[in-house]
Every structure is written in structure tokens, then in C-alpha cells.
């Protein structure tokens, strides 16, 4: 029974996107700070995966990319915003004033959470889960 392999089970995919876990492990946190509407530390991230060791700053400019991420995620979310809109005052373009106010407050509101979930997600594109076997004990920070 010494041979017997355990096998590993892969943090869930969606699950560490959601609690901003890191991509390749899913257990050590990406950001400084778990509540985005902490404004000075919104962006505040880890150089290093506290449990993996992970690179989380690969180049200057790195995150450039989730500037993408980040237009698909408002334009997802600005639509759902709109059918909301619709469903509550069964009407949208007739109260321009109002349909914009909306959208305005609500894109503001919402900008720091899709701000980090677009760097999240970009890093989750980039970064494959290594899983904890590959990281050898000096890697850890
Ligand atoms: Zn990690």
C-alpha cells in the first residue's frame, strides 16, 4: 500500500474565479485586499502567490489585456442593466435622462468588482492550474 497514489482533486474552475483565487493553484488570494470598494487598495495586488509562488506580474503592461476583459464584462452587464430597465419602467429610449442616469450610477457602481474580475479572468486565460505537485517547497513565498 506504500504505491498508493491519492489523487488530487482540481480546485473548482469557477469557484476560484469567483473568490480571486490564484490560477494556478486556486487557494492563494490575487489581491491585497478582499473588498474591491476599498478605493486606495482597489488595485493593490500580490507580487507573488502566497501559497504557490506564482508570478502574478509577469511583464510591464501585463494587464493591458484585461482592458478586453473588461469592456465585455460592462457592455454583459450594461445589457442586463438595460433588460432590467425595460422589465421595471416597460419603456427604454422614450426617458433618455432617465435610461442614462441609470446606466451611468450603475456602470459606477459596479466598475470596481469588473475591474478586478477582469484582471482575474485575464490572468485565468494566461495562467494554467499547475496544481500543488509542481511546486516545489523553496518556490514558496
Ligand atoms: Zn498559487
Keep these: 500500500m506504500s504505491n498508493t497514489i491519492i489523487p488530487v482533486s482540481a480546485p473548482n474552475l469557477i469557484v476560484g474565479i469567483i473568490k480571486m ?5 486556486r487557494e492563494g488570494s490575487v489581491f491585497t485586499d478582499p473588498n474591491p470598494y476599498h478605493w486606495s487598495r482597489m488595485g493593490s495586488m500580490h507580487e507573488k502567490c ?3 509562488g506564482e508570478n502574478f506580474r509577469h511583464e510591464p503592461g501585463f494587464y493591458f489585456g484585461a ?6 464584462l460592462m457592455v454583459g452587464f450594461l ?3 438595460g433588460f432590467l430597465y425595460y422589465f421595471i419602467f416597460q419603456e427604454i429610449g422614450e426617458n433618455m435622462l432617465r435610461l442614462l442616469s441609470t446606466g451611468s450610477v450603475a456602470a459606477t457602481l459596479v466598475a470596481p468588482v469588473i475591474f478586478r474580475y477582469s484582471r482575474i479572468i485575464y490572468l485565468y486565460i494566461i495562467v494554467r492550474f499547475k496544481g500543488k505537485k509542481h511546486f516545489p517547497e523553496k518556490g514558496r513565498v
Design 21 to 25: 483565487k490564484c490560477p494556478a493553484c
Design 50 to 52: 502566497s501559497v504557490c
Design 67 to 72: 482592458a478586453y476583459v473588461s469592456y465585455g
Design 79 to 81: 445589457i442586463i442593466v
